[in-house]
């Protein structure tokens, strides 16, 4: 059974860092793209950040410059380090992965809270 789980959530003022990551887990033959969503309160689940197999990355405009995405292929592990905080990035992120399994498809992991504080 394939399990995907996030960490490094929590509380950080504004301007601070945090650094999330996503482990993989299970009977996997193989990760294609991976990424980071965020959901805010009342507002809808938004991509923030995304990287293929090879390394190729793609940002959402409001965190470019702040956010990087990375991989660790052997380890079957997604990064996102996020400097210069800001509220507006307080949400729950979510990771997620297309996996090639027993069962192929995207998985989803059960969401890391980030608050940053004014």
């Known amino acids: 059974q394939v399990q995907v789980v996030e960490s490094g959530g929590g509380l950080v003022q504004a301007g601070g860092s945090l650094r999330l990551s996503c482990v993989a887990s299970?009977?996997?033959?193989?990760?294609?793209?991976m990424g980071w969503y965020r959901q805010a309160p009342g507002k809808q689940r938004e991509m923030v950040a995304a990287?293929?197999?090879?390394?190729?990355?793609n940002y959402a405009d409001s965190v470019k410059g702040r956010f990087t995405i990375s991989r660790d292929n052997t380890k079957n592990t997604v990064y996102l380090q996020m400097n210069s905080l800001k509220p507006e990035d307080t949400a729950v992120y979510y990771c997620?992965?297309?996996?090639?399994?027993?069962?192929?498809?995207?998985?989803w992991g059960q969401g890391t809270q980030v608050t940053v504080s004014s």
């Open positions: 997620n992965a297309y996996i090639v399994a027993a069962v192929r498809g995207t998985y």
């Open positions: 299970g009977n996997i033959f193989r990760i294609n793209d």
């Open positions: 990287i293929t197999s090879g390394g190729s990355t």
